[in-house]
């Protein structure tokens, strides 16, 4: 105990000794020739720095994005992505048009009021024009964009579930995904992790009558132009189903069901042929096939080719494997969607078989 009071003895003797150093340093008084006073060369010299840092900092910025803008997504391949695109590039652009005004008069007011000599600045309290401009203006831009925002998730969430709809449950467990899609009846069969047990591996109520013609895949068919309404459950963690092609994401939380639906516009072959899929893939397999000749050199296996499909990614950091949490998504004709459904197995069909 006495060593510790005694260091803290010390340590505010320093402190002490310190803060009247800086008092004495204040007292004196200072020649024009102190370097610690900058001169209006010094101002000058400052002012002229501002100018070229917002110059540098305008054509670095504009560069990216002419740069960087091939890592944009392409177009959305959902009905509601269009409304998603067009309100994150409207509150981008209003974003951009303020930063530019507010860096572009916070520099130049930094140039052309910058320090001189004999120069006094001229102070006063308030000007209720300006504090009326600067209050109303974004009040009102803020309004027209949050009621926007609103109008949109209120189109985008409120899946309305008629007899076309189609019902497929999104199930998460660490690291993978499960679909269980409802039968003839369009009703999905009651579930929980409770009854997970043997092939059972998303927990349906075996003693539930609108189960038995689920059908549980491990890849997600959707057919194009038709609605689609998504249930979500977790076994374990909370999770994120994001379709990042489909604008769309919901959280997987365990215990509750989240739900979350969209109309897939654009097939996977469509997707496929557009020109910015066809030079991304162009791109990644150029890159695969440099790699590929260490692999080779080594005796390894070359890499196989890229080949661009729609996936399901969970967007939530959920364990070790996440990054590899993904299920493909084929987005097909109704005609190839419906062949598909029909080849697979109930879940009624799979009990029997058991």
């Known amino acids: 105990m006495t060593v510790f009071l005694i260091i803290i003895v010390i340590a505010l003797l320093g402190i002490t000794l310190w803060q009247m150093s800086k008092i004495l340093n204040l007292s004196k008084s200072h020649s024009s020739e102190d370097p610690s006073i900058a001169t209006d060369k010094d101002n000058k010299n400052q002012g002229y720095l501002m100018l070229g840092f917002l110059i540098v900092f305008n054509i670095f910025m504009f560069y990216n994005f002419w740069e960087y803008s091939r890592f944009y997504l392409p177009e959305a ?3 509601h992505g269009v409304q998603f695109d067009n309100l994150m590039f409207l509150s981008l652009a209003i974003i951009m048009f303020v930063q530019v005004i507010t860096q572009f008069l916070l520099h130049y007011f930094s140039f052309i009021y910058r320090g001189e000599k004999g120069k006094r600045a001229y102070f006063y309290a308030d000007n209720d024009k300006l504090e009326f401009i600067w209050t109303i203006i974004p009040v009102i831009v803020l309004a027209g964009l949050i009621i926007y925002g609103l109008f949109t998730w209120s189109d985008i969430m409120n899946v309305e579930e ?21 039968g003839e009846d369009n009703t999905l069969g009651k579930a929980n992790v409770r009854f997970i047990e043997g092939i059972n591996t998303v927990g349906v109520d075996e003693s539930d009558s609108y189960a038995k013609d689920d059908k549980i895949v491990s890849e997600l068919h959707l057919p194009v132009d038709k609605k ?7 076994q374990d963690v909370l999770h994120s189903a994001y379709f990042p092609f489909f604008r769309a994401q919901m959280n997987v939380v365990p215990g509750m069901i989240t739900q979350f639906g969209f109309t897939p516009t654009i097939t996977s072959e469509e997707m496929r042929q557009t020109d910015y899929m066809v030079d991304k893939v162009k791109t990644i397999n150029q890159i695969r096939k440099e790699n590929s000749k260490e692999l080779v050199a080594n005796g390894d296996m070359a890499l196989d080719p890229y080949e661009f499909e729609y996936y399901l990614l969970c967007n939530k950091i959920c364990g070790i494997s996440h990054y590899n949490m993904q299920m493909k998504i084929v987005v097909e004709s109704e005609e190839d969607y419906k062949e598909w459904i029909a080849e697979q197995e109930s879940f009624g069909e799979t009990l029997a078989k058991q």
């Open 228 to 234: 689609v309404l998504f249930k979500m459950r977790s």
């Open 77 to 79: 391949a959902s009905a």
């Open 162 to 182: 008629d007899e076309d709809t189609i019902v497929i449950e999104l199930y998460a467990y660490q690291f993978g995904w499960k679909a269980r899609y409802a």
